[in-house]
């Protein structure tokens, strides 16, 4: 969806309809029901095992999983092998030569216009990315399900009014929303996942909800009680293991959304701030040089794409394996 | 249908007003940072009297909810204030945006119905082909992709390698200053591909499923056992149902991209409405940005209604009644 | 004479990610003009793979028909070219579906649905075929038939649409109407009707009727011939009163027991056919019937029955088809054989 598709994860649709045009229920977003009722630990555990299985035979899904592995594993050690090898990714050089240099050996992405080694500020750039889509995640998550469970649980009054601001916040231009946010915050690393995840939570709370109408529905959860148990334990023992697979779907997408808003923010000077090395930050610096130094331009922006696309992938191996069904 | 029209006329009411009311809690004193005064006249040192007279025009001596039922006020007669730095009506800025970023839009609907709905139809009917294999994966790839740092690549590739190349025979214009050789139309064909890309994929994705999904319906079955051909069971029976969803989306789309864009304008440096705004969310001018958002979620609602009247048309089992849903 | 239809050895098979599946397995029937076939089973038993088999309508390349002949006045359906088989389809045979509530394009209007097999197959004008579809609209009785068809589907009630559906069916005068399940979705009044309805449309029209159904009480008054099958094969085949009052397969037997009746006097309750129908991809060996037959002996676990003649013609698919002692006991006494 456009430039702001940013955080709109690839399947969930933005606005206040969805692509049915109806407005948006996610009444697909549900596990099978289990069977036998109050029987869940056991039953989930074959579900897990089997969903496992299945993503494992996802050629796709494992490439994606993969590279998240292998880039996740190069953040956490590149302080042991990048310095040493390709020099800080903040060592300012701009003896001339040593700046704006192409792919060599010692550099295999080039150097910036301050002499900065390109590959070594793409893989800082993965610590930048993977905190944000991390965080922001987190943060939509922990807001989007408590607006979900207080909406789909109690229904009535306080549903209308959790639905009419998640309405408020899909009418919002996304991209728009987030620049004027920042602009109160102040653009900085914090603020950006902030932001991010505070305007994520609408459609994480509309997948929670539709999830919990459609348990409630169910028996066991009238007989649990029936039996006297409380709100909260039915949410956490009952509504929670058959909501759980569509948010783990969800959210793994929304992360490389969140990754692609974090590089969009940062390409328009609203997110992290110089000299941190950020994907979209160092894009924004490539602008002034796409034409002299293309390199400067592609690798940052590949580093994107491929990033992004292992999130897409994987959530997309999940959303199968785990059977939700959403509107593709 | 006309009930059915008020009724969601009113719906936005509300809409709107916790639209406007989150940007003015945005700009209220004391949440951002810098006096307004200051901004506007650009931070040079000022007389009292001339402080007081920006003040009262732009009537920021009043309490704050006062402000916000004046604005409202404004807004129903169509007028949303005065640009704090250009001097401009807000409306007349707009009015200069608004068709950019019509036709930019417009070329990427355009792209993205044809392009989009062409793939996966091929995708669908060639189901678990090689071209199939290649559409998904694509549509995988292309929604991974930041726009932006597609609209550079296009520009080194389009507007320079392929110049160097062809020795100038062959490339696309990269900004409407070298449309000296080009047709006037040429400069948009680049912003519009980027703008179109992301949702092309989705349109691809939406057109496969749906299709795929209408072909395995009974009424398939029925039409093959009149006898029609494959071709006519494909375009006629199925194609008709399975666009629906994809009309819609597009629909949507469009409205989205009526803000959405900054992105590809920030890129090609198109004067567009996503533009402006984001440039004013710098300067600080929330006249601009207030103005311009009411106005881009008032083209998206209206938009989002006419989808929805459209939808009636396209499914005959959708009719809007003044009854509940 | 030559007969209208004859399916010779028929056999259809499906391959999944579990196996191949035998959904038709070696049919072999005949059906003259005017007449009327009834194909009864479960679920399952490979009755509609046989009906779509003939209108060559299989999916490929999941499904094929791997062998058999299907003549239809004479020239082999499964050796036609497409063009050829498209002309067949709609205007010399016709099908019915099941659920009338799917089966009709949502987003067409009804009167476009009926006509566009004459457009196709009769060369009408647009104009010309919906006033031909209003008259088949006001055949099959539904009332303001001129109005009605320019409603959508979803305006229709289930009974209508299947009333439609017949019009549609027979809007090109076919020589043979296939009807897969066309009551079973319908609620129980209706289903009368539309019964009714299907024996008149063949006493004016002359149409041949092969009526497919899971239940012998539905085609009791008006199948000339009946054929019975169970997983994939035909287990009982023959004229109608043959098959209702001389079954000779315990098959039969357990849908004829099944079945409330009103003309025998009957002790005991219904008596339902325990157990499922087996799985297509690994088919019990010997006798396919034979894990739920009450009757079964060793012979039936180890070889496999083939349909033999019981006498004018009535064919039967079980060991002890043609022997007299068991049938007399079994049929009588149902239970104590075994």
């Given at each position: ?10 399947h ?13 229920r ?10 036998g ?8 555990r ?5 969903a ?9 899904a ?37 700046n704006l ?13 301050l ?13 930048v ?5 991390l965080l ?5 998550l ?7 469970a ?9 549903d ?15 991209i ?30 509309r ?15 009238d007989a ?43 390409f ?23 034409f002299?130094a293309?390199?400067?331009t592609?690798?940052?922006g ?27 | 249908?006309?009930?059915y ?6 719906q ?16 209220a ?33 009043q309490?704050?909810?006062r ?6 006020g ?16 807000v409306?007349e ?18 792209i993205?119905?044809i392009?989009?709905?062409t ?6 009917v ?6 199939d ?10 929604v991974?992709?930041?726009v932006?740092w ?32 080009f ?16 949702s ?26 009149k006898?029609?051909?494959?071709r ?16 819609t ?19 090609f ?27 881009i ?5 209206i ?15 959708i ?7 | ?29 005949t ?21 779509l ?15 058999g ?5 004479g020239?082999?359906?499964l ?12 205007d ?9 509530m ?5 987003v ?8 566009e097999?004459?457009i ?35 305006q ?51 149409a ?14 008006m ?21 209702f ?16 009746r ?7 309750a219904l ?23 009450p ?8 070889g ?6 019981v006498?004018?013609?009535h064919?039967?698919?079980c ?20």
């Open positions: 969806m456009t430039d702001r598709h940013g955080a709109s994860p690839p969930g649709t933005n606005g206040p309809t969805d692509v049915d045009g109806h407005e948006v996610h009444e697909g977003t549900t596990l099978p029901t289990l069977p009722g109050l029987h869940e630990t056991t039953t989930s074959t579900l897990w095992g089997d496992w299985r299945r993503l494992r035979r996802n050629k796709l494992t490439a994606g999983l993969i590279w998240i592995a292998l880039v996740v594993a190069m953040t956490i050690t590149a302080d042991l092998w990048v310095p040493p090898t390709f020099g800080d990714p903040l060592s300012v050089n701009t003896t001339p030569g040593a240099q192409p792919p060599s050996l010692e550099h295999p992405f080039g150097t910036d216009k002499g900065r080694d390109v590959f070594s500020r793409v893989v800082y750039g993965a610590r990315s993977l905190t944000v889509g922001a995640v987190s943060i939509s922990v807001i989007g399900l408590l607006m979900g207080l909406s789909g649980y109690y229904s009535g009054l306080l209308a009014f959790v639905m009419r601001t998640a309405d408020v916040f899909f009418a919002f231009p996304y728009l929303f987030a620049i004027s946010l920042i602009a109160v915050l102040g653009p900085s690393y914090r603020n950006v996942f902030i932001a991010i995840g505070i305007l994520g939570w609408p459609s994480i709370a997948v929670f909800r539709s999830s919990i109408f459609s348990v409630k529905e169910n028996e066991y959860v649990a009680r029936a039996m006297g148990a409380s709100d909260m334990r039915i949410m956490f023992r009952h509504i929670m293991p058959n909501a759980i697979a569509p948010i783990i779907v969800y959210g793994t997408m929304s992360i490389g959304g969140a990754i692609i808003t974090e590089a969009a923010l940062s328009l000077g609203m997110g992290v701030q110089p000299p941190t090395p950020s994907w979209g930050l160092m894009l924004s610096d490539a602008k002034s040089l796409m002299a293309p390199w400067l592609i690798w940052p590949f580093a994107i794409l491929t990033t992004v696309l292992a999130f897409v992938l994987m959530g997309d191996g999940m959303r199968d394996a785990l059977d939700v069904k959403m509107k593709d | 249908m006309f009930k029209v008020v009724r969601r006329v009113f936005m009411i509300p809409v709107f007003i916790g639209v406007t009311l989150i940007l003015f809690i945005l700009r004193p004391g949440v951002l940072p810098g006096d307004p005064v200051r901004m506007i006249t650009g931070e040079r040192g000022m007389t009292d009297a001339l402080r007081q007279q920006i003040i009262e025009k732009h009537g920021l001596d309490p704050l909810h402000q916000y039922v004046i604005y409202l404004n807004l129903l007669q169509g007028d949303l204030g005065e640009s704090y730095q250009r001097g401009r009506a409306t800025i707009f009015a200069d945006k608004l068709p950019n970023t019509l036709r930019l839009a417009l070329a990427a609907i355009v993205e119905g392009v989009g709905v793939a996966g139809i091929i995708s669908a060639r189901q678990y082909s090689f071209l294999v290649l559409v998904t994966l694509s549509t995988s790839i292309l991974s992709v930041p932006f597609l609209g550079m690549l296009f520009q080194i590739f389009f507007g320079i390698k392929l110049k160097e190349w062809t020795g100038g025979a062959f490339y696309l214009p990269i900004s409407q200053m070298s449309s000296a050789q047709p006037d139309w040429a400069h948009m064909i680049l912003p519009a591909i980027t703008l179109a890309s992301v092309t994929a989705y349109v691809a994705r939406i057109m496969r499923s749906q299709m795929l999904e209408a072909m395995g319906q009974d009424y398939i079955r029925t039409a093959e056992a006898g029609l051909t494959r006519a069971v494909t375009f006629r029976h199925a194609l008709k149902n399975a666009l629906i969803p994809v009309v989306f597009v629909g949507i789309d469009f409205g989205v991209m009526m803000g959405g864009a900054i992105l590809t304008e920030t890129v440096s198109w004067p567009g409405v996503g533009r402006e705004i984001f440039l004013a969310v710098g300067q600080r001018d929330w006249p601009i940005v207030m103005g311009g958002v009411v106005i979620v008032f083209l998206v609602m938009i989002n209604l006419l989808v929805d009247l459209s939808y009636a048309l396209l499914d005959p089992r009719r809007y009644g003044g009854g509940p849903e | 004479m030559s007969a209208l239809l004859e399916v010779r050895d028929l056999a259809t098979q499906f391959t999944t990610r579990d196996g191949i599946v035998r959904a038709v397995d070696g049919v072999s029937f059906l003259d003009c005017g007449e009327t076939l009834a194909i009864v089973g479960e679920s399952g038993s490979g009755k509609s793979v046989t009906a088999s003939i209108m060559r309508l299989i999916q490929e390349p999941q499904g094929k028909v791997v062998s002949q299907v003549l239809f006045k020239d082999d359906i050796k036609l070219s497409d063009s050829k088989v498209r002309a067949i389809r709609g010399r045979i016709a099908m019915i579906f099941q659920d009338p799917t089966s009709l394009n949502p067409f209007r009804v009167g476009r649905q009926i006509g097999s004459l196709l197959h009769k060369g009408m004008s647009r104009k010309e075929a919906f006033e031909r579809a209003v008259e088949l609209l006001d055949m099959v009785g539904i009332p303001h038939p001129r109005d009605r068809a320019r409603d959508y589907p979803h229709f009630s289930g009974g209508m649409r299947q009333r439609a559906m017949i019009a549609m069916a027979l809007a090109c005068d076919p020589d043979i109407l296939i009807a897969d399940e066309p009551t079973t979705a319908l609620d129980v009044t209706i289903q009368a009707q539309i019964l009714e309805l299907m024996i008149e449309m063949q006493e004016r029209t002359g041949a009727i092969i009526m497919i159904t899971h239940d012998l009480g539905v085609v009791a008054d199948a000339d011939d009946v054929m019975v099958m169970y997983a994939g094969k035909q287990v009982e085949y023959g004229k109608a009163d043959g098959v009052y001389t079954p000779r397969h315990p098959y039969t037997w357990g849908l004829l027991d099944s079945l409330p009103h003309d025998i006097d009957e002790k005991g008596l339902p056919i325990t157990g499922q129908p087996p799985s297509l991809i690994n088919v019990p060996a010997g006798c396919a019937f034979h894990p739920r037959c009757y079964a002996k060793d012979v039936c676990t180890t496999t029955p083939v349909l033999t003649d006498g004018e013609g064919l039967a698919a060991h002890f088809s043609n022997d007299p002692e068991f049938q007399r006991r079994a049929s009588q006494h149902p239970g104590e054989v075994a």
